[in-house]
């Protein structure tokens, strides 16, 4: 009798018509896209949610309810690795960075017949970032992996103390065959593994400014200085890297005579050039891929100042 009353107590009872929920028409309720229900951080969650009834079932006896939750947390499971694998395809595939075959890549004997002027070192005030030190004495040797190879590369900037953008942070392009001209294959292949540099650093080895969620919209620094990318450089790095780089004999080449000169900065001198020959000369390292021929290799002209900014006048 005990039983009978029992078995009744939890008999599932139908829910009555009147119920708002049992008239709806669950028919019309559009379903979720791939993209919300497999979402990894989600999936985990409703896994963690089944393995929790699951173990809630076992404890209660209840072996048939225990069996097919197990097998809903394998399904779970598999369509997690599933999207994980999705995940990892589009994070190759993605247009931040791409790929060439080192055959055909560009001759850096040709390229790079110039000694890199930079090299690139951890910063000291910014944990985590690269930053640009002098070269002293010969690049290593050139030792490319043969296979594919980036070209492109997606960094992360900071802005330096001193500047319109200290503390903000921002994503933005370099192109592989610049970049060496700077700071070398061995910069490259550090900024692969860590591509996070300071501002400064990419204005020097002249990296462009532009939106990469945008394309080509105007970047959060760019705004952020009214376009005068040159304050993004504080004058104590400037004059460090001229300092260091008049040690060891070089002249001030590229944009770092550049900012010397537009900043007066009087007290870094170059040595005298016979026959008053400009000794600024730069390949043009910006990040436009419609500059990436040997030809953009150029001459600085000398720099006047103006109210309005740095207007080039040749001699």
């Not at 997690?80 to 595939?93: C, I, L, P, S």
């Not at 890199?116 to 002293?136: D, H, M, N």
């Not at 990419?202 to 040159?230: E, H, P």
């Amino acid at each position: 009798m005990t039983n009978s009353k029992s078995n009744k107590r939890n008999a599932k009872k139908t829910p009555s018509n009147e119920d708002p929920m049992w008239k709806s028409d669950w028919s019309t309720v559009p379903e979720a896209s791939s993209l919300e229900v497999f979402d990894m951080g989600e999936c985990a969650t409703w896994i963690q949610q089944l393995v929790q009834r699951k173990e809630r079932a076992q404890r209660q006896g209840k072996d048939k309810m225990a069996l097919k939750l197990e097998k809903e947390i394998n399904s779970a499971k598999a369509e997690q690795r599933k999207r994980e694998k999705e995940v990892a395809k589009d994070a190759a595939n993605d247009s931040s960075v791409e790929v060439i075959d080192s055959e055909d890549d560009d001759d850096w004997d040709t390229l790079g017949a110039s000694t890199p002027p930079y090299r690139l070192v951890r910063a000291e005030e910014y944990s985590g970032f690269l930053e640009l030190a002098v070269r002293r004495g010969p690049p290593s040797t050139d030792q490319r992996k043969k296979g594919r190879i980036l070209k492109r590369l997606s960094v992360r900037l900071i802005g330096e103390r001193g500047t319109p953008a200290y503390g903000l942070t921002e994503e933005a392009f370099l192109w592989r065959k610049k970049t060496r001209m700077s700071v070398g294959e061995e910069g490259w292949q550090k900024l692969v593994k860590d591509p996070k540099i300071t501002a400064s650093t990419f204005c020097l080895i002249g990296g462009q400014f532009k939106d990469v969620a945008k394309g080509s919209a105007t970047s959060l620094f760019a705004r952020m200085t009214m376009m005068n990318l040159a304050s993004l450089v504080p004058d104590a790095q400037a004059k460090m890297l001229a300092e260091e780089a008049l040690s060891c004999g070089q002249a001030l080449t590229g944009a770092l005579a550049d900012f010397c000169q537009h900043r007066h900065l009087d007290n870094v001198k170059q040595p005298d050039v016979k026959g008053g020959a400009s000794t600024i000369q730069l390949f043009d390292i910006g990040d436009d891929q419609d500059a990436e021929d040997l030809e953009t290799m150029m001459e600085i002209p000398k720099l006047e100042t103006q109210k309005k900014g740095v207007r080039r006048v040749r001699d």
